[in-house]
């Protein structure tokens, strides 16, 4: 074949888009032992440092200090300085620190690091799920898959929730504001920072977040600890559909977690029933295309690839399980939430370029 030839052309574009794909992801395992093995914040806090250095201050064997920090000056994630006599000196610059280590920065992105290898954890389960129509079980991916959800997120709850999306409905707004003070259920809560999000925003509400992970439960009440607002704040494993949390709460949310359960209408019908008079849902999930198209966006890519490693996986789980996946358009949140009961489903005018919000009402 000769060079100008289509499909030629079309290999090569191919071979070397995976190429820089597999030098990103193993990019992004050494950012997962940089963040899991403290060795940016050690950077972080000192001059420019040798492999022994960081070896002592990090408590790592210097051998391997010094690969991952050749690794990562290759990759220009870190800077490197060669001193008189040809030692070499590793830094964190300026910007890659913030993006590496604040926690609360909507900049944050080491946790793609812990995502990508909690999605490839049980890949040897993902594989048979794959063949036999089953699931995968949330609690399979590992502590890295749910604590590394509930740090991406962290910056969104901790900087956008109070501040710019729940003001940006008004009803809801002036209720959470008003007396007698407002009872709110935070579905499928996870690491518990929404939930402490909320109750920080609004110091008159009282939050209950509920989970049936175990697990990420017992993240959310250790974030809780020294948070402030202990007194206003529960989490609990528990079902909503508990009869007795009924009729108890002004505000329901789900944030992006619709996508990820296997009978999402029953959920909805559960979070509906707990709905006091005048009470609302508000639903956060991925900011997708109306309608799948191809090639599409990075982002619509980026949940794909969320999707067939974990999201659908773990929504396969159960007899007639509905199996979602990531990609939730809105016209299937619609759906969804009709079946559920719901007589009201609206967009709400809440900007953000990850996900898109949702208001349900009786």
Excluded at 4 to 23: C, K, M, N, S, Y
Excluded at 258 to 265: C, E, F, G
């Amino acid at each position: 074949m000769t060079a100008t030839d289509p499909a030629a052309a079309r290999r090569d574009a191919l071979v070397e888009r995976l190429f820089g794909a597999a030098i990103a992801a193993f990019d992004l395992a050494g950012v997962y032992l940089g963040d899991r093995l403290g060795l940016y914040r050690a950077l972080a806090g000192s001059d420019p440092m040798t492999p022994a250095e960081l070896a002592l201050a990090a408590g790592i064997h210097e051998r391997y200090a010094r690969e991952w920090l050749e690794q990562q000056a290759a990759g220009g994630i870190l800077d490197v300085v060669h001193e008189n006599g040809g030692e070499q000196r590793f830094s964190l610059p300026a910007g890659h620190d913030e993006a590496l280590l604040d926690e609360d920065s909507l900049n944050y992105v080491a946790p793609f690091g812990r995502f990508l290898l909690g999605c490839l954890r049980p890949i040897d389960a993902l594989r048979d799920a794959y063949r036999t129509g089953g699931g995968v079980p949330y609690g399979d991916y590992g502590v890295d898959l749910h604590e590394g959800q509930a740090a991406f997120t962290r910056p969104m709850f901790v900087r956008l929730l109070a501040q710019e999306w729940l003001p940006s409905v008004p009803a809801v707004h002036e209720r959470l504001l008003a007396d007698p003070p407002a009872r709110i259920a935070d579905l499928a809560c996870g690491g518990g920072i929404s939930s402490i999000a909320i109750a920080k925003g609004y110091p008159k509400v009282s939050v209950d977040g509920i989970d049936l992970d175990a697990p990420s439960i017992d993240l959310a009440r250790r974030h809780l600890a020294g948070s402030g607002v202990e007194n206003r704040v529960t989490f609990e494993v528990r079902d909503a559909a508990d009869v007795q949390l009924r009729g108890r709460y002004d505000l329901v949310t789900i944030f992006e977690a619709l996508h990820d359960m296997s009978y999402p209408v029953d959920v909805l019908g559960a979070a509906r029933g707990l709905l006091a008079e005048d009470g609302c849902v508000i639903v956060g999930d991925e900011r997708v295309a109306e309608a799948f198209g191809a090639p599409a966006d990075d982002l619509e890519r980026l949940y794909y690839g969320f999707s067939i490693l974990h999201c659908l996986p773990v929504g396969m789980i159960g007899e007639g399980a509905v199996g979602t996946g990531t990609v939730i358009r809105a016209s299937t949140v619609e759906e969804y939430a009709r079946e559920a009961g719901f007589a009201s489903v609206a967009v709400l005018p809440i900007e953000n370029d990850l996900w898109r919000f949702y208001a349900l009402r009786p």
